[in-house]
């Protein structure tokens, strides 16, 4: 199933980076992009859409649900990359962690609200995940909400990664973006 959507996507033009098996039973994840604002969602939907139709040809039932099996292990979110003109800039992690983050933190509790439906099921802290409840960034830590890529943290410029959206979202940062703050 996972390569057949591969194809699909390839085959539609999409822009898929990559597949990879995740930690619960079943459960991969895809990586579209590198695209540009509204483009990388509507490549996101149109990929969503193959990959249940491909599993309706595989008479497999595809879930967007962000913890579909409870247990032990992480649930699915949906981690967005994402950089700006400050972020890629000379000094970019100085604009990233001075200006940036303490904008994404005084949203927090706006963007959990419209990060997917069960979130709170997968944000437990645990299995590599944040407290839903709780702002966090680290450089190269995957327990936070925001991770700062070891490449962003060599090169002192570059993207995030948020890690709190939840794999049924559909509103991606409807908020101000801290520019416009």
Known sequence: ITEAHLRA????????????????????????????????????WLARYLLTRVGEDHNVDITFVPKPITGNWAGSGCHINFSTEETRAENGLEYILQEFLPKLEE???????????????????????????????????????????????????????????ASNICLLYTSPSPRDS
């Not at 996507?9 to 822009?15: F, H, P």
């Not at 995740?22 to 695209?35: K, L, M, Y």
Request: aromatic share 6%.
């Open 9 to 44: 996507c390839i085959t539609s033009g999409l822009k898929i980076a990559g597949i990879n098996a995740e930690s619960a039973p079943s459960q991969w994840e895809f990586q579209v992009g590198i695209a540009e604002g509204i483009e990388a969602g509507d490549h996101l």
């Open 107 to 165: 949203a927090h509790c706006e963007h959990i609200e419209v990060y997917g439906e069960d979130n709170a099921k997968r944000l437990t802290g645990r299995n590599e995940t944040a407290l839903i409840s709780v702002f966090s960034f680290a450089e190269g830590h995957r327990g936070t909400s925001i991770r700062i890529p070891l490449m962003t943290q060599e090169a002192n410029s570059g993207y995030l990664e948020d890690r709190r959206p």
